[in-house]
């Protein structure tokens, strides 16, 4: 039988290892969530700037 102290242990080693997971996949999305962005304000001004010139002709 395993004692309360080793099912303690247990839980918080597979506790820790969860936030770990969790944590790494926050920083993909973290990179992910950063590059969308950077595409979208390059669409952005993109279509500002097709619209300017438009305007001018």
Known sequence: MVSLS???QARETAARR???ELQSEAAELTLR???ARKEL???EIT???VAQ???EL
């Open 18 to 20: 969860h936030v770990e």
């Open 41 to 43: 304000s390059r669409l």
């Open 6 to 8: 080793e099912e303690l």
């Open 33 to 35: 969530l950063e590059a």
């Open 53 to 55: 010139v438009l305007a």
């Open 47 to 49: 279509r500002e700037t």
